[in-house]
């Protein structure tokens, strides 16, 4: 099966051979492109070789691409799943995971640790109030770093020899450009992508557990399950 993923064109992934693991092709396709901010970057590098704080959590692999080279030294870091741990690891850093794949059980992960922590939080402009004030909540201290920005590229995404359709994220969905197809297998990494698609009107068939191998596991679920209607990979 060929499967169209979507993908910042800057993100760098090993989503293929994760998904040949699996018995499938896969291509990336761009709904979003990022811009970066290099002064915050800059910022945020300088506060954390100066040991400004006491845990890092990179919410994505990109910030951990562009962040990790530059460290001298780190804190407790955490990787909100394996991708973004081997980026990292790329650069010499050990991150833990989370046991889930979203950043709203942060929190509970650190348990009691995070009161009185200063936590340091490189992402997307992309707001999450929830997070925020959860670790708050906890007794913790924040200092969120928007180290990029997301704008949709507007460009159609080229779907026509996908067998299926899979996003990333609930911004990708909605900033997507494309056409539904019957035969197109409509494919959510999480349950968050799962009901900003259905807000769409677009039910996914798949729904992952936020991971791209955990997703994949369900896919072929999926397929077993429903072999009499399993689409083929288009010649």
């Known amino acids: 099966m060929l499967i169209a993923i979507t993908r910042l064109k800057e993100k760098s992934t090993d989503d ?3 998904c040949e693991e699996f018995g499938h092709h896969c291509v990336p396709v761009s709904p979003l492109a990022a811009r970066i901010n290099q002064d915050a970057i800059s910022r945020f590098v300088m506060d954390t070789n100066q040991c400004v704080f006491d845990c890092i ?10 962040i990790g080279p530059l460290l001298s030294s780190w804190p407790r870091v955490i990787a ?6 081997r980026e990292l690891k790329n650069f010499g850093i050990d991150a833990e995971v989370l046991d889930s794949f979203y950043s709203r059980d942060f929190v509970h992960y650190l348990g009691d640790w995070i009161s009185g922590k200063h936590i340091g939080i490189p992402r997307a402009d992309v707001p ?6 959860s670790i708050e909540a906890a007794g913790g201290r924040v200092t ?17 020899n996908a ?15 494309w056409e539904m197809r019957s035969d ?16 769409g009107n677009h039910h996914p068939d ?30």
Do not use: W
């Open 206 to 235: 798949v729904v992952g557990d936020g991971s791209l191998e955990g997703t994949l596991v369900a896919l072929n679920r999926f397929l077993d399950e429903n072999a009499g209607a399993a689409l083929t990979k288009r010649k």
């Open 144 to 160: 969120e770093v928007r180290c990029y920005s997301l704008f949709p590229t507007r460009e159609p995404l080229h779907l026509e």
């Open 57 to 66: 959590f990179f919410t994505s692999a990109l910030p951990a691409r562009l």
């Open 16 to 18: 293929r051979a994760r």
């Open 163 to 177: 067998d299926a359709l899979l996003f990333t994220s609930a911004m990708s969905y909605r900033e997507a450009v």
């Open 128 to 133: 999450n109030p929830d997070l925020l004030s």
């Open 80 to 85: 909100i799943g394996p991708q973004t741990r």
């Open 184 to 199: 197109l297998l409509l494919v959510a990494i999480g349950e968050v992508t799962a009901e900003a698609m259905k807000r």
